[in-house]
């Protein structure tokens, strides 16, 4: 079945690095993603990663897998206020999406 | 803007009502799938149509049902409603059946 899981909140102070951590369970999982929610707004894909890959980098955002522990991250780097929002990981089986709850990153001045 | 429309934006309606929301998908996008996002359940999987077929179902209520026409677009009929029903509806789309979907602005739903 697909559990997804993720810490439920993280501050940062601005300029630093984000990091975000989710877990799944299913091991058939084909491809993780990470989606942004900013208020009243709805989500958008932000990258996302092959299961066979062990990281991605995309600018500022560095994905990393390890599938043996099925663990997801995300990390920003430099911070800003803008990137203030809900992410979200999820994993796709089948054709359907699976979510985490969503961890909410303030960045702090 | 992922090039996703969802109708109405917002929507108050009472219990026992039924009301349509409405999707069209990103140009040239023949997937469509309808999420529900709520406080308690969080984002759940709704239902999943290919060029106008049902492809897969999650947790969909049987008072609840979509199709998918022609053009592409997508509806999602949900009746009787209860106090419980009130969420976000989001619809997404993408190009085919495996590819990453692309989220609508999504309907927020009050039922009083």
């Given at each position: 079945g697909?559990?997804?899981e993720?810490?439920?909140?993280?501050s940062v102070?601005e300029?630093d690095s984000?990091?975000?951590n989710c877990?799944?369970t299913?091991?058939?999982?084909?491809?993780?993603?990470w989606?942004?929610q900013e208020?009243?707004?709805?989500l958008q894909l932000?990258?996302?990663?092959f299961?066979?890959?062990d990281?991605k980098?995309d600018?500022?955002?560095?994905?990393?897998?390890?599938k043996?522990?099925?663990?997801?991250?995300l990390?920003?780097a430099?911070?800003?206020t803008?990137?203030?929002a809900?992410y979200f990981?999820a994993?796709?089986?089948?054709?359907?999406?699976s979510?985490?709850a969503?961890?909410t990153v303030?960045v702090?001045a | 803007?992922?090039?996703v429309?969802q109708?109405p934006?917002h929507?108050?309606t009472?219990t026992g009502?039924?009301v349509?929301?409405?999707c069209?998908?990103r140009?040239?996008?023949?997937s469509?799938?309808?999420?529900?996002?709520s406080?308690?359940?969080g984002?759940?999987?709704l239902?999943?149509y290919?060029?106008?077929?049902?492809r897969?179902?999650?947790?969909?209520?049987?008072?609840f049902?979509a199709?998918?026409f022609?053009?592409?677009?997508?509806?999602l009929?949900?009746?009787?409603?209860e106090?419980?029903?009130?969420?976000?509806?989001?619809?997404?789309s993408?190009e085919?059946?495996g590819?990453?979907?692309?989220?609508?602005p999504?309907t927020?739903?009050t039922?009083?």
């Amino acid at each position: 079945g697909e559990d997804v899981e993720q810490s439920l909140f993280l501050s940062v102070r601005e300029g630093d690095s984000s990091v975000i951590n989710c877990t799944y369970t299913d091991s058939s999982s084909t491809y993780l993603y990470w989606y942004k929610q900013e208020p009243g707004a709805g989500l958008q894909l932000l990258t996302y990663i092959f299961s066979n890959m062990d990281m991605k980098q995309d600018q500022r955002l560095t994905v990393l897998l390890n599938k043996k522990d099925k663990h997801l991250s995300l990390r920003i780097a430099d911070t800003q206020t803008g990137d203030s929002a809900i992410y979200f990981c999820a994993e796709r089986t089948d054709y359907k999406l699976s979510f985490g709850a969503g961890t909410t990153v303030t960045v702090r001045a | 803007d992922s090039g996703v429309t969802q109708t109405p934006k917002h929507l108050i309606t009472a219990t026992g009502q039924r009301v349509t929301l409405r999707c069209s998908p990103r140009s040239g996008d023949l997937s469509v799938y309808w999420y529900q996002q709520s406080l308690d359940q969080g984002l759940q999987f709704l239902i999943h149509y290919y060029n106008g077929e049902e492809r897969a179902k999650g947790n969909i209520l049987e008072r609840f049902s979509a199709q998918q026409f022609p053009d592409l677009h997508s509806e999602l009929n949900l009746s009787s409603l209860e106090l419980g029903d009130s969420a976000l509806y989001f619809c997404a789309s993408s190009e085919g059946t495996g590819d990453e979907q692309y989220f609508g602005p999504g309907t927020r739903l009050t039922v009083t």
